[in-house]
């Protein structure tokens, strides 16, 4: 079965240290994949995506996540949280026979001041 | 502006009382579906539409019925509702091609007593 993980309910890290918001998958083929960001009471945001090439890619507000392949892990990284940066996060991940896409169970991010 | 719009965004309802959920977005996109998310659960696809009059099940189709009759809206029927239906739905549209990330409506948070 297709599926993605994400390991931790709840990251909690201080301001102006790095984080990580870690997601794997079980999906066939060559998957594209996806981080979103979804802020209280509000819809998802796409915050980066990963479809070939280099390894490590840019997004939004400063998130990168790198991808590895070998691992098939797709960790969403910042340099330098911040207490804006407090959210619920969600890897997705497109692919498998039908092209589904596959959400995890989100995380949420503490970032505390 | 660019965006998916659902209405209403709040609805409180009883057992077995027909409903609605309107979706509509502004974008052209050829591909949209509906979620829900549950806490614990993240977000499950219930039925997705590739195009205009092509609509497919989902992980989670049961007691739920989509149409596609124009481009644009994608509306979420639920013809007797039930309590394990309460949950928050979304929307979302994407341009089509694989790698496209999604747009994701407001959110609509349903309870069914």
């Known amino acids: 079965a297709q599926s993605v993980a994400q390991p931790e309910d709840q990251v909690n890290v201080a301001e102006g240290n790095p984080l990580t918001v870690k997601c794997t998958y079980s999906?066939?083929?060559?998957?594209?994949l996806f981080w979103y960001v979804q802020y209280p009471n509000r819809g998802l945001q796409f915050l980066l995506k990963?479809?070939?090439?280099?390894?490590l890619v840019k997004g939004s507000y400063g998130f990168e996540a790198e991808f590895n392949k070998s691992q098939t892990s797709f960790h969403l990284k910042k340099p330098s949280a911040l207490v804006s940066d407090s959210a619920l996060y969600f890897c997705?991940?497109?692919?498998?026979?039908?092209?589904?896409?596959?959400f995890g169970s989100g995380t949420k991010l503490n970032v505390k001041p | 502006e660019a965006q998916v719009t659902q209405n209403p965004r709040y609805l409180i309802t009883v057992t077995g009382k027909k409903l609605t959920v309107t979706c509509s977005q502004n974008?052209?996109?050829?591909?949209m579906s509906w979620y829900r998310q549950d806490p614990g659960l993240g977000l499950r696809q219930i039925y997705y539409?590739?195009?205009?009059?092509?609509?497919d099940k989902g992980d989670v189709p049961e007691g739920y019925k989509v149409s596609r009759k124009e481009k644009r809206n994608f509306p979420l029927i639920l013809e007797s509702p039930s309590p394990n239906q309460t949950s928050l739905y979304f929307c979302?549209?994407?341009?089509?091609?694989?790698?496209?990330?999604?747009?994701f409506g407001p959110g609509t948070r349903l309870t069914v007593l």
């Open positions: 539409s590739m195009n205009v009059e092509v609509t």
């Open positions: 999906v066939s083929g060559n998957p594209y």
């Open positions: 979302a549209s994407n341009p089509g091609l694989p790698y496209n990330e999604q747009f």
């Open positions: 997705a991940v497109r692919g498998g026979s039908f092209n589904k896409f596959y």
């Open positions: 990963y479809i070939t090439g280099d390894n």
């Open positions: 974008m052209n996109h050829e591909y």
